[in-house]
């Protein structure tokens, strides 16, 4: 959760982490730890502005280079999107 709203940490086939948040409660794909999740699968839908501390609705999305603790320091994620999208 991320201020008690539901999130999701996904290993990628990169070795990158990926965390997403602010989904809408219930909303949140419930998997078992290490299913494959398939590119394009809906994880859950994003929630309500008040999960997002009065802004418009929108995917909290961060990527790591190791599994996320409570002290983690996120990566600069725009190499690991461009490299993603310019894969496709």
């Known amino acids: 959760e991320l201020g ?10 990169d070795g990158n982490y990926y965390f997403y948040a602010h989904f809408r409660g219930g909303s949140l794909l419930q998997s078992q730890e290490g299913a494959r999740i398939e590119q394009g699968q809906t994880l859950g839908v994003i929630g309500e502005p008040a999960c997002a501390q009065g802004t418009q609705p929108h995917l909290h999305f961060q990527a790591y280079s190791s599994r996320i603790t409570g002290n983690s320091t996120a990566s600069n994620v725009q190499p690991i999107v461009t ?6």
């Open 4 to 13: 008690g709203y539901p999130s999701i940490q996904i290993k990628g086939d």
């Open 83 to 88: 490299k993603a999208f310019g894969a496709l």
